[in-house]
């Protein structure tokens, strides 16, 4: 990776960094007490890693400088202090590493922020300046230019980082940040050679918002520190938020720069009116300690989900009471142990007090010269050092961040001078910080056996870890998870602030029931009525706003969750009805096969050949048929069943009633035409009885065939019917009604004109009375099929396969009663009367003579 050649705005830019820094001022002014501080913060080597760091946390009035560079920072910050041992201890483990950097010696330079970015101008320019001096070279281009400091660690925060991270990007020196967790930073684009050692805020807030979600919270507020770090994670967690279906009641910033006392009065205020029992704060450890100082004089208890700059801060964990303001979730990033920090620091603390003892001599050095250009005193560091602080978590925790940076930059340089265990070959080779950048960025090794590297965004493989306090008599910080994209937590670890001791609800609108959707009411989606789902659609999801309607061909009732496809019963073989009808079937079946039996048993009698003879044999047999036929109304319905069903019953019909209409012309033609009978009647008997019979057939048959090619498959109706049921009834249906009146009415139409040529003829003298059976034949069949029409239209789909069956038992056996029983009553119990004589004016069409004399 090369810097090109910069044009005039960039030789523009390095003039005014030259303006900044008045070099004849940095070689004369020495601010510093002794070499105290450069040895401590400061340590000669072949290559110089130059270190960031807030040991003080602030500037005495800096509105009463009169000149640049003039600046006294107060109030020290251990925390910072200790880090910048951690830099000091990690470069000397470094050193003393014979495998990592044989025969090369690295060197640090650590220079004060003050947590204030006009203090921290003054040593990033310093680093820029050209290798062994003190002069920034104006060129416009800088592949060549070889800086004081190859690499820097720090610094501490993003708003620090915001000021140096383009500044050190426009030369392409590596700058590792121990804390900047600002997502922004990871855009190469804006901040090319930056990276750090600890996760992103936008992996924080992804895990938030799944801790927020986890407990299902959806109800909650969001406030963060008026600064880059607040600002940023806030923006951030409230995008997430609104992507995982949590509202927002109440955002609001506290204020870093001016008293936030009134700010945080009107947020505590805004946070009781909205009513949430969920907080997350995105803010600095002094943010709040002002904020939670606040929180306790009110009494409000809350859940408070804390971001990694303030869950372990002794500011805010050692506030008096703090353990009244509910329970704490906090996140912190992983870290590794360093063991053999804190004897490290305990025997450089004991040589620092003897030397101290020893009153120093004034170093005149060409280090203590050039570090005084800062004016970074510090005294306190050792007079006033208390070792317990090394016992801290956060001390613990943010130790290993500086230390990974220190390693990361060692191993890069391992890679960039193809170091082996015993020398580096490329060490007479000049390199610049840009190539060293390529190298970091590649850069991955072991660090008590946990690996660690860089993503192509410059962010660690590390995550979070989630803890809670638990209260004691100072609280006890306890992990009770772990988040790295992934969430895993243990919620029966916590210790929950409400009466119950259970998970404290925080939604503006309870859960709704299975089966209904939200309404929302107001601005906010969580803020909602619950809505019954009408019959036919469903709720989708639990979180959905509308009813979604059933896929066609499915159906729902209210309030369900789901739709289903229809089920449909039928006549089932065993239900009770269809059992009954059954039963009945079969006993007429039996009747009607025992009748048959008897006019073959006495097929050659009289009584047999007058009442039509085979026609008879045709009748009963459609009868049987007949009652077969009924097996088709019974079971589960199919295509070929309902294209048979209606044809085939109306078919059967037909043979029946055209053979008792063929019988009925016999009988019309002897007693009301006797003249002319006698003459014909061998006709009438043979053919064109046979003929009336195939006519009505064929008239029939075509009627059936033009019902059955118009008629649906069933499967096809009940692909496109329209379903609003979850149950029905399922029979074959009856399509199109016009073939199916037309096949009834046929064969209404045959037994109509049987009764009509029957009901008014005379009963022949002596003779058996023919006319009467088929007349109340006829008229039965009549009557109950006329009846059978308008039931039927008026009845459901069940009942209407039941009345249909009926029918034809109806129907059939009238015909049974009314023309057959009688004629077995007369061939088994008057067998006397079946004569020829007594049936002869059926048989030969004539009055037998006797009977004629007698008449005269």
């Not at 803890?467 to 029966?492: A, C, H, M, R, Y």
């Not at 075509?702 to 029979?731: D, E, M, Q």
């Not at 009834?744 to 002596?766: A, D, R, V, Y």
């Not at 023309?819 to 088994?828: D, M, R, T, V």
Request: glycine fraction near 6%; hydrophobic fraction near 45%; aromatic fraction near 12%.
């Amino acid at each position: 990776m090369v810097l090109g050649t910069v044009g005039m705005p960039g030789c523009l830019f390095i003039v005014l960094l030259i303006c900044l820094l008045d070099i004849s001022s940095m070689q004369n002014d020495s601010c510093i007490n002794g070499n105290l501080s450069a040895q401590l913060f400061s340590e000669p080597g072949d290559y110089i890693l130059g270190g960031l760091f807030p040991i003080y946390s602030s500037i005495i009035d800096m509105s009463t400088s009169v000149k640049p560079g003039q600046f006294k920072c107060q109030s020290l910050n251990w925390y910072g202090f200790i880090r910048a041992l951690v830099m000091k201890f990690a470069v000397e483990e470094v050193n003393d590493m014979n495998d990592l950097l044989p025969g090369i010696r690295l060197g640090f330079e650590i220079f004060d922020t003050c947590m204030e970015s006009v203090v921290i101008m003054q040593p990033s320019m310093l680093f820029l300046s050209e290798q062994w001096t003190q002069a920034i070279r104006v060129q416009c281009n800088y592949t060549s230019y070889q800086t004081r400091a190859i690499a820097i660690v720090g610094p501490s925060n993003s708003e620090m980082m915001a000021i140096t991270g383009k500044l050190f990007s426009f030369f392409l020196i590596p700058q590792v940040s121990y804390g900047a967790t600002c997502d922004i930073f990871s855009n190469k684009n804006l901040y090319p050679s930056f990276l750090r050692t600890v996760p992103s805020d936008k992996l924080q807030v992804m895990g938030m918002v799944k801790v927020v979600s986890h407990f299902k919270w959806n109800w909650i507020a969001v406030l963060g520190s008026e600064d880059e770090y607040g600002k940023q994670g806030l923006r951030e967690f409230s995008n997430a938020a609104s992507q995982a279906s949590i509202c927002i009641a109440y955002e609001g910033l506290i204020p870093v720069y001016t008293d936030p006392r009134p700010a945080i009065s009107e947020i505590l205020d805004r946070i009781k009116q909205v009513e949430v029992e969920v907080v997350v704060l995105f803010s600095t450890a002094g943010t709040a300690q002002a904020f939670f100082t606040q929180v306790i004089r009110r009494g409000m208890k809350k859940v408070w989900v804390a971001s990694s700059g303030w869950s372990i801060y002794q500011d805010v964990s050692l506030l008096p009471n703090i353990q009244t303001v509910g329970t704490v979730l906090g996140f912190i990033y992983k870290g590794v142990q360093l063991g053999r920090f804190e004897p490290y620091v305990q025997k450089l603390y004991k040589q620092l007090k003897m030397e101290q003892k020893s009153s120093w001599s004034n170093d005149s050095s060409f280090l203590a010269e050039y570090f005084g250009v800062t004016g970074q005193v510090c005294p306190e560091c050792i007079c006033s050092f208390d070792l317990s602080v090394l016992s801290q978590p956060l001390v613990k925790l943010t130790a290993f961040t500086v230390y990974a940076a220190v390693l990361s930059v060692a191993h890069a340089l391992h890679r960039l001078l193809d170091c082996t265990a015993t020398r580096c070959k490329s060490v007479e080779q000049q390199f610049y910080s840009w190539q060293l950048l390529k190298q970091l960025q590649n850069t991955s090794f072991q660090l008590n056996g946990t690996l660690f590297q860089f993503d192509a965004n410059g962010n660690p493989n590390i995550g979070y870890e989630v803890i809670t306090w638990v209260w004691d008599d100072t609280p006890i910080f306890t992990k009770i998870g772990e988040f790295n994209g992934n969430l895993s937590i243990q919620s029966e670890s916590i210790q929950w602030h409400t009466t119950n001791k259970k998970v404290p609800e925080s939604q503006c609108s309870k859960d709704c029931q299975s089966g209904q959707v939200r309404r929302v009411k107001g601005f906010h989606s969580c803020c909602f009525d619950c809505i019954d789902c009408a019959a036919g659609t469903f709720q989708n999801q639990s979180d959905d706003f509308q009813c979604t309607a059933c896929p066609q061909g499915q159906w729902s009732l209210m309030s369900s969750t789901n739709c289903s496809y229809p089920v449909y019963t039928y006549l089932d073989w065993r239900d009770c009805a269809s059992v009954v009808l059954l039963l009945l079937t079969s006993a007429l079946l039996v009747g009607t096969t025992i009748v048959t039996m008897l006019f073959i048993k006495y097929w050659r009698t009289a009584l047999v050949q007058a009442s039509g003879g085979p026609l008879n044999i045709l009748m009963l047999l459609g009868l049987k048929a007949s009652f077969c036929s009924l097996a088709l109304f019974l079971g589960k319905p199919n295509d070929l069943v309902c294209r048979l069903q209606q044809p085939l019953t109306s078919f059967i019909s037909t043979v029946m009633m055209s053979s008792l209409l063929a019988t009925s012309l016999q009988v019309t033609c002897v007693t009301e035409f006797p003249g002319i009978a006698a003459s014909y009647y061998s006709l009438v008997r043979g053919v064109a009885s046979w003929l009336v019979v195939a006519l009505a057939v064929i008239l029939q048959a075509g009627i059936c065939s033009w019902h059955i090619l118009n008629s649906p498959l069933l499967s096809v109706w009940i692909a496109n019917k329209y379903v609003n049921f979850l149950t029905a009834f399922l029979r074959c249906q009856v399509d199109p009604m016009t073939t199916f009146c037309l096949m009834l009415g046929f064969n209404g139409l045959l037994s109509l004109l049987s009764f009509m040529g029957t009901f008014m003829t005379q009963k022949p003298t002596k003779q058996y009375n023919m006319s009467r059976d088929i007349t109340f034949a006829a008229l039965a069949y009549c009557i109950t099929w006329v009846i059978f029409i308008p039931v039927y239209t008026a009845l459901s789909e069940m009942t209407k396969s039941l009345a249909q069956m009926v029918a034809i038992i109806l129907s059939n056996s009238c015909i049974i009663a009314s023309y057959f029983l009688p004629k077995c009553h007369l061939l088994l119990s008057r067998p006397d009367l079946n004569t020829a004589e007594y049936f002869h004016i059926y048989i030969a069409g004539v009055t037998p003579k006797s009977t004629v004399d007698e008449s005269k």
